[in-house]
């Protein structure tokens, strides 16, 4: 059995700039979340794709967008960086049922971003 | 809305103590409740979990049990060990199942 893996590791991008992030879920799951920890601090809730669709939204503004392709695979996108985005991105997948909620996630090691 | 709050940190204990962690919750509804590790420079690990009231999580000599009655799910562990030192969030699972809400982390530092 695969684990969820996240590309790259690490990223440095300046203000201003767009970055994407990749997310490979574990075998079997159909639901990915997206995570941004500051450090310090948890995990903050961007957002979750199931089955290829946006499946509820944290508190973060449109410039972060994502996409879930059928192999359930996912991309982070971020427009106009900050330098308050700069964090540990974390991905996690779990496998989930139209009409119920899903388990345990289960995380990626994370992307750091640095934002200058 | 749903938070999760935790015992501030760092907590520095000597190798063989005894440690308790404590969380608890505020949530409408039945959610499920999670302590997830993170070592140094890794992603989160799940550590245990309880899915209704009074369930008790263990795994690798922690244990934590699922009090609705005081909202709380505190981490426990007899004798920690080296090994241990990670930051520990508590977190639960809404009753739609869709969004985590994560606790600010409790740094633990075990010396030899």
């Known amino acids: 059995e695969t684990g969820v893996t996240q590309s790259p590791t690490h990223l440095i991008k300046t203000r201003g700039q767009q970055v994407t992030l990749r997310c490979s879920s574990q075998?079997?799951?159909?639901?990915v979340s997206w995570y941004q920890q500051a450090l310090g601090q948890g995990p903050q809730f961007i957002f979750q794709?199931?089955?290829?669709?946006?499946?509820g939204r944290g508190n973060f503004p449109p410039r972060f967008s994502g996409l879930q392709f059928p192999n359930y695979s996912s991309e982070l996108n971020v427009n106009a960086l900050e330098l308050d985005d700069s964090a540990l991105y974390l991905c996690?997948?779990?496998?989930?049922?139209?009409?119920?909620?899903?388990?345990?996630?289960?995380f990626g090691p994370g992307t750091r971003l640095l934002v200058l | 809305g749903n938070s999760v709050t935790q015992m501030e940190g760092p907590v520095t204990l000597s190798e063989e103590a005894f440690l308790t962690i404590n969380c608890t919750y505020t949530?409408?509804?039945?959610?499920?409740l999670f302590w997830y590790v993170q070592y140094p420079g890794e992603g989160l690990q799940l550590l245990l979990k309880?899915?209704?009231?009074?369930d008790k999580g263990s795994n690798k000599g922690f244990e934590a049990t699922y009090r609705k009655e005081t909202t709380s799910f505190h981490l426990e562990k007899g004798s920690v060990q080296v090994s241990d030192s990670a930051v520990y969030f508590c977190?639960?699972?809404?009753?739609?199942?869709?969004?985590?809400?994560f606790g600010p982390g409790t740094r633990l530092s075990v010396l030899p």
């Open positions: 075998s079997g799951h159909n639901t």
């Open positions: 977190a639960l699972l809404d009753n739609y199942g869709q969004n985590f809400v």
């Open positions: 794709y199931y089955r290829e669709e946006e499946n």
């Open positions: 996690a997948s779990s496998l989930g049922t139209s009409g119920r909620r899903q388990e345990t996630q289960y």
């Open positions: 309880a899915t209704k009231a009074d």
């Open positions: 949530a409408t509804g039945y959610p499920s």
